[in-house]
């Protein structure tokens, strides 16, 4: 809200609301009311709306998702929830011959992070709420998100993105003592047993062909040509 409309912007939370009533009402200039964290955005013209907005308000030389410069970027999350084989996983990334960053997201400012995923063609991330800003990302671009297991396909992140104007792609691992490939539950066997939530926030391994599959179709999807090498 305070790069929206400023620095001192009030947040009023909805339980808040029932303290104000016709004998006390709130009164106020402009007001931004955020829809559902799916529908964050309500398509994709409202989408470069915000971004446009957001790259005036901190001063970028260029409007945010009017362009898809061929970057792709990758972020670990290292705290936690991150795959076990970086190195495979990197080098995949490598033999594509598509220039990338490698960063991550809980470093840097809240600008910088606008900035970073504002240039970024495709995004690969694990699971996570740092992907909520693919909303930054230029219309066209594509999402790779990691799963530590099968178990689970939550599609919060992918109807964000797709509501934002980008493309989804996910890819699942598996977690330490898991079969690859056998969970033994399904998302229905999990609902109301926290151990597959518990799971869902290990760190876990990811087959590098499953991999290389999911980084490729979103490399074509947003328009980027591959360039293989070794």
Known sequence: AKF????????????EAKDYTEESPLCFDRLMVSGTIIHLTLGVRDAEAL?????????L??????????????VERRRSRSWTNHDEIMHVVHETGVPYEETSLEALTFEEQVQVLGGAG???????AGMTNVLWMPTGGAVVEAFPSKVWQYNLYGEIARN?????????????GEAYGEAGRT?????????????LKQDFYIRPDDFR??????????GIMIEARR
Do not use: K, Q, Y
């Open 187 to 199: 998302p229905v066997d999990c609902l109301g047993h926290m151990s597959c939530n518990v799971g």
């Open 4 to 15: 929206l409309f400023g620095p001192g912007t009030p947040l009023i939370w909805s339980e």
């Open 164 to 176: 934002a104007g980008l493309f989804h792609r996910s890819v699942h691992g598996n977690v330490s």
């Open 61 to 74: 030389p260029r409007p945010l998702g009017r362009s898809r410069p061929p970057r792709h970027i990758v």
């Open 122 to 128: 495709v995004f690969v991330s694990a699971h996570g």
């Open 213 to 222: 599959t999911a980084l490729h179709s979103a490399l074509n999807l947003a």
């Open 51 to 59: 971004r446009d907005r957001m790259g005036r308000d901190l001063g």
